[in-house]
């Protein structure tokens, strides 16, 4: 299932903003008291908090309703009062809407206001609501760095104090491409938040920095403080927005370490707590759960599953954060790529090649199509826009720049990349690391005729994989060794090429005709390689119609109405559609429909 319907419903609202950065009277008005940053509702005159930091109050989170009748009530309060929070709040809440011109104007209002009336924190916390929103609503990273570092200055001079904290992380751990900086951050940011007993903030603090640590290859210290920070959630110790930010958190940090049942496991403890209800409606920001995860389920060889996620993520994502369209395409043209549909992907990465979320996909395509020089181009920059980090986003690239310099007959610079491979996964980073390094040099040596050589590279990343359940790459190396014992050992050869088939037959993979290749050079009998279904094949005429349906909005009784049935069997055929496609409810399927109209 996809995340049991993306289990993670609350996790999407992972951007909706902390305490100092988002709406402040949210969580009850104490928050803004303790923070010093806003005044409270009673002070302002704004209308009852739509929540509070209970568990309930997470549990809840508020409805779509709840928040255009607050922006309403709120507007009211504007025409006769100019008080900046009440402006600062406006801007968070019109961001969740995804108005985001709207959202500008309330918090460049916020901003002067504070800063004109000498109050430096708030003014601080407002330029980095706006640096948020340039980054993530409108897609302007130069803005949205002018901002954060706007508020930073703001802050001067201010000593410690929480409003320092949130500036500092701004952004969702998930979302900042410098993984050394970030750490860096995450380590200040902890610091304020056990000074001021801060929960959300510490909270925070530990997931940013348990996904800054995974991303520089310290895979058991990142999982650690993601794991504390999940606990805290998984109690109730912190409010809503916290909460759905840590879980982005989460999601991310098991799609950079690979640990899909890492992620598994904790979606379970908050599904029986309660904290997850599949049945919600909420003004959930899916897309970019739903692409972390069909990230993860891509790589890991789950391909069905992964059509489902990556679909929803692009479709989700279509109508909110530009930053998240370009991850969420990025993600299924890297399925497509795998999949041999190289024309798909090509559509879903236009404009994205100097985009470092991107980058991966970008190049994998360029390797793909024999444009290996823009692929090297490609990697290389990204490479340096990653900071130091040193995980999945380097780690692949790294393995494609080998793979397109060797290409391009330059032996010396794919050596000197494959070092740097070899020095970013040295142990204890993850196997998975350790394959990819194994492999890239074993690449090499087969391009300078050094197959025992190979042999021995292959092997040791066999051996790193073992227990790891990633079977592409495991397929991978175990592809390459039969091409490698062809002559010398070809009872080994078919042994590893027929494993490897199995697992790329049964994805509809390109690479399932090498197999095929290396078994007919062997005069080994070769099975047919056959197409496999994607989770739309399975949809009978009648559920296909239906579900076209629900992507134009359609109730049950109008498409009852509509195909001349009852509706009784439009809500058989809504159920089986859901279990199908992996689906929540009518709203993801909804988005779904959509996404598949359009691609």
């Known amino acids: 299932m996809l995340l049991q319907g993306v289990r993670c419903g609350i996790g999407e609202v992972a951007h909706w903003l902390p305490h100092s950065l988002g709406a402040p009277?949210?969580?009850?008005?104490?928050?803004n008291a303790h923070h010093g940053c806003m005044k409270s509702g009673a002070e302002t005159g704004a209308p009852p908090a739509l929540g509070d930091a209970t568990v309930a109050g997470f549990r809840r989170g508020p409805t779509t309703a709840d928040i255009d009748e607050r922006r309403r009530r709120l507007g009211e309060l504007l025409s006769t009062s100019e008080d900046p929070a009440l402006h600062h709040e406006l801007a968070s809440l019109s961001y969740l809407a995804y108005e985001f011109v709207e959202a500008r104007r309330h918090a460049e209002t916020a901003f002067l206001a504070f800063k004109a009336r000498g109050e430096r924190r708030p003014a601080a916390v407002s330029a980095a609501l706006l640096g948020r929103i340039f980054f993530e609503g409108m897609d302007n990273k130069p803005a949205a760095s002018g901002w954060f570092s706007r508020a930073r200055t703001m802050l001067e001079g201010e000593g410690s104090c929480p409003e320092r904290g949130w500036v500092l992380l701004g952004l969702v751990g998930c979302s900042v491409e410098n993984a050394e900086q970030l750490c860096r951050d995450c380590q200040e940011a902890l610091e304020i938040a056990r000074q001021y007993g801060d929960t959300d903030l510490e909270c925070k603090a530990l997931a940013d920095a348990g996904v800054a640590a995974i991303s520089l290859g310290r895979q058991q210290e990142g999982a650690r403080m993601v794991d504390e920070a999940m606990a805290m959630v998984s109690c109730g110790e912190v409010?809503?927005?916290?909460?759905?930010?840590?879980?982005?958190?989460?999601?991310?940090?098991?799609?950079?370490?690979?640990?899909?049942?890492?992620?598994?496991?904790?979606?379970?403890?908050?599904?029986?707590?309660?904290?997850?209800?599949?049945?919600?409606?909420?003004?959930?920001?899916?897309?970019?759960?739903?692409?972390?995860?069909?990230?993860?389920?891509?790589?890991?060889?789950?391909w069905r599953e992964a059509e489902g996620a990556l679909r929803l993520g692009v479709a989700t994502s279509s109508s909110g954060f530009g930053y998240h369209r370009i991850g969420g395409r990025a993600a299924l043209a890297e399925l497509r790529i795998r999949q041999g549909r190289l024309d798909e992907a090509s559509v879903l990465l236009e404009r994205c090649a100097d985009r470092v979320e991107a980058a991966f996909a970008v190049a994998l395509l360029q390797q793909a199509e024999g444009r290996h020089a823009e692929a090297v181009t490609v990697s290389s920059r990204a490479l340096r826009d990653l900071g130091g980090d040193e995980l999945v986003r380097a780690v692949p690239l790294l393995g494609e720049e080998v793979r397109s310099l060797l290409a391009l007959d330059d032996v010396e610079a794919a050596r000197a990349a494959a070092a740097d491979l070899e020095r970013r996964t040295a142990p204890p980073s993850p196997r998975s690391g350790q394959a990819y390094a194994a492999l890239a040099q074993a690449e090499i040596c087969q391009a300078t005729g050094d197959l025992s050589g190979a042999v021995e590279q292959l092997e040791h990343g066999l051996a790193a994989l073992r227990g790891a359940r990633l079977p592409l790459l495991e397929a991978e190396l175990r592809l390459r060794l039969a091409e490698a014992l062809e002559v010398t050992n070809p009872a080994l050869a078919e042994a590893e090429a027929r494993s490897a088939y199995e697992v790329y037959a049964g994805l509809g993979a390109p690479e399932a005709e090498r197999c095929h290749g290396v078994l007919a050079r062997l005069g080994r009998e070769a099975p047919d390689v056959v197409r496999v279904a994607s989770p739309l094949d399975e949809l009978s005429a009648r559920e296909c119609e239906v579900l076209r349906l629900l992507g134009r909005g359609r109730s049950n009784p109008e498409i009852a109405t509509e195909l001349f049935i009852s509706r009784k069997t439009v809500e058989h055929h809504v159920g089986a559609i859901l279990r199908k496609l992996g689906l929540r409810n009518r709203t993801e399927a909804a988005a779904y429909s959509s996404q598949v109209a359009r691609l």
């Open 25 to 31: 009277t949210f969580d009850g008005g104490t928050a």
């Open 239 to 302: 409010g809503y927005f916290t909460a759905a930010q840590v879980l982005c958190d989460a999601v991310t940090a098991c799609e950079r370490s690979g640990e899909v049942g890492r992620l598994e496991a904790w979606l379970d403890v908050l599904e029986d707590a309660g904290v997850t209800d599949p049945d919600d409606q909420r003004p959930l920001m899916f897309s970019h759960c739903h692409t972390a995860y069909g990230t993860v389920l891509c790589r890991a060889g789950r």
